[in-house]
C-alpha cells in the first residue's frame, strides 16, 4: 500500500494572500495589479527558498516605496491569509496515522511561517518526516526536493502516492516514480486514494 506524501497549503490549509487586501486595496483591479507585480508569487518562493521575510520585506520597500504598508502587510498579516484548515484533508492524514500508517509532507514554506503554523495546527507536527523548502533551500518543484524526503526517511518513490495542488510539483513526482493525486477542490481525496490503494 503506498505511503502519503502531502503537500501543505491549500491541500490541509487554506491560503490566499488576496484575503490580506480585500480592505487594504478594496478596487479589484488594483489588488490584483498589485499581486501580480509588486507582492509576487516569484518574490514571496524567495522566502520559501530560505529568504528572510525580513530582507524579502525592506528589498521590496526600497523598489516600491509607495507601497510600503501593503507590502509590510503581506508579512505581518500573513495568517489573514491563512484562515483554516481544509477540514476534510486533515481528517484523512487523522485516519491514516490513527491506523499506524506512515505519513509524510513536502512544502513550500519559509522558515518563520512554517515555525509559526507548528504552533498554530498542532495537526503538522504529527508526520513523520517533513521536507520545509527553506529549511533545504530548495524549492518544489525542483526534484532536488523530493530527493530530499526519498533519502533522508528511506522512501521508494513508487511505494509513495504524493498530494499536491500545483500540476507542476505533480508532474516532477510523477516524474521520479511517485504515484499522485492533484488537489483541485472539489475532490474526492478518499475515493482518490482509494482508487491508489490506499482504502480508509
Same mark, same amino acid.
Given at each position: 500500500?503506498?505511503?502519503?506524501?502531502?503537500?501543505?497549503?491549500?491541500?490541509?490549509?487554506?491560503?490566499?494572500?488576496?484575503?490580506?487586501?480585500?480592505?487594504?486595496?478594496?478596487?479589484?483591479?488594483?489588488?490584483?495589479?498589485?499581486?501580480?507585480?509588486?507582492?509576487?508569487?516569484?518574490?514571496?518562493?524567495?522566502?520559501?527558498?530560505?529568504?528572510?521575510?525580513?530582507?524579502?520585506?525592506?528589498?521590496?520597500?526600497?523598489?516600491?516605496?509607495?507601497?510600503?504598508?501593503?507590502?509590510?502587510?503581506?508579512?505581518?498579516?500573513?495568517?489573514?491569509?491563512?484562515?483554516? @484548515?481544509? !477540514?476534510?484533508?486533515?481528517? =484523512?492524514? /487523522? %485516519?491514516?496515522?490513527?491506523?499506524? #500508517?506512515?505519513?509524510?509532507? &513536502?512544502?513550500?514554506?519559509?522558515?518563520?511561517?512554517?515555525?509559526?503554523?507548528?504552533?498554530?495546527?498542532?495537526?503538522?507536527?504529527?508526520?513523520?518526516?517533513?521536507?520545509?523548502?527553506?529549511?533545504?533551500?530548495?524549492?518544489?518543484?525542483?526534484?532536488?526536493?523530493?530527493?530530499? @524526503?526519498? !533519502?533522508?526517511?528511506?522512501? =521508494?518513490? /513508487? %511505494?509513495?502516492?504524493?498530494?499536491? #495542488?500545483?500540476?507542476?510539483? &505533480?508532474?516532477?513526482?510523477?516524474?521520479?516514480?511517485?504515484?499522485?493525486?492533484?488537489?483541485?477542490?472539489?475532490?474526492?481525496?478518499?475515493?482518490?486514494?482509494?482508487?491508489?490503494?490506499?482504502?480508509?
Amino acid at each position: 500500500m503506498p505511503t502519503a506524501v502531502f503537500d501543505v497549503g491549500n491541500v490541509l490549509i487554506r491560503w490566499d494572500p488576496f484575503r490580506v487586501y480585500r480592505e487594504m486595496i478594496p478596487d479589484e483591479a488594483k489588488r490584483h495589479w498589485f499581486l501580480q507585480n509588486v507582492c509576487t508569487a516569484a518574490w514571496n518562493l524567495e522566502q520559501d527558498r530560505g529568504r528572510s521575510w525580513e530582507e524579502g520585506v525592506a528589498l521590496l520597500v526600497a523598489s516600491h516605496p509607495e507601497w510600503e504598508a501593503q507590502i509590510r502587510a503581506y508579512d505581518e498579516r500573513w495568517h489573514e491569509a491563512v484562515p483554516g @484548515l481544509i !477540514e476534510d484533508s486533515v481528517a =484523512v492524514l /487523522e %485516519d491514516l496515522k490513527a491506523r499506524g #500508517d506512515k505519513v509524510y509532507a &513536502i512544502t513550500n514554506f519559509s522558515r518563520e511561517k512554517w515555525a509559526e503554523c507548528l504552533i498554530r495546527f498542532p495537526f503538522l507536527q504529527s508526520f513523520d518526516g517533513v521536507v520545509v523548502s527553506a529549511h533545504e533551500r530548495v524549492i518544489k518543484p525542483d526534484p532536488a526536493i523530493y530527493r530530499v @524526503l526519498f !533519502e533522508r526517511y528511506d522512501l =521508494v518513490p /513508487e %511505494d509513495c502516492i504524493f498530494i499536491d #495542488d500545483s500540476a507542476k510539483n &505533480i508532474e516532477t513526482a510523477r516524474a521520479l516514480g511517485m504515484q499522485a493525486i492533484h488537489f483541485v477542490e472539489p475532490i474526492d481525496l478518499r475515493g482518490e486514494l482509494a482508487r491508489h490503494g490506499v482504502a480508509l
